[in-house]
């Protein structure tokens, strides 16, 4: 599985951005997929999450209201729309695919639980 990240950029604060990850290779069934970001000398923080079959999401409180996940199954794409936006969003964002067999109620905010994961795409909020 190839996780295939894009939109990022520079905006002013108060501005939007759409990020995209796309998937390929073996079929593709993720319990669910995730974004999560970093920020130069911070840990990496979970931003949202979306199941793949039901759509149910789990996002950051600090994003909740601003940002919107979404799935297109068809496309094997997962987007983060990202409105609002303020200097502390900047980090590098990363989208990850939870494939685990495991039972869960809803996805996982670790992202130890995410086994594949898209390259980095920079978000900068200038102020």
């Known amino acids: 599985v190839q996780l295939q990240a894009s939109g990022g950029g520079l905006v002013q604060a108060g501005g939007s951005l759409r990020l995209s990850c796309a998937a390929s290779?073996?079929?593709?069934?993720?319990?669910?997929m995730g974004w999560f970001r970093q920020a130069p000398g911070e840990e990496r923080e979970f931003v949202s999450a979306?199941?793949?079959?039901?759509?149910?999401?789990r996002s950051a409180d600090s994003v909740k209201g601003r940002f919107t996940i979404s799935r297109d199954n068809a496309k094997n794409t997962v987007y983060l729309q990202m409105n609002s936006l303020k200097p502390e969003d900047t980090a590098v964002y990363r989208c990850?695919?939870?494939?685990?067999?495991?039972?869960?109620?809803?996805?996982?905010?670790?992202?130890?639980?995410?086994?594949?994961w898209g390259q980095g795409t920079q978000v900068t909020v200038s102020s």
């Open positions: 990850a695919a939870d494939l685990s067999a495991s039972p869960r109620t809803r996805p996982t905010l670790n992202w130890a639980e995410y086994s594949y």
């Open positions: 979306i199941t793949w079959s039901s759509g149910l999401i």
């Open positions: 290779g073996r079929t593709f069934r993720p319990y669910a």
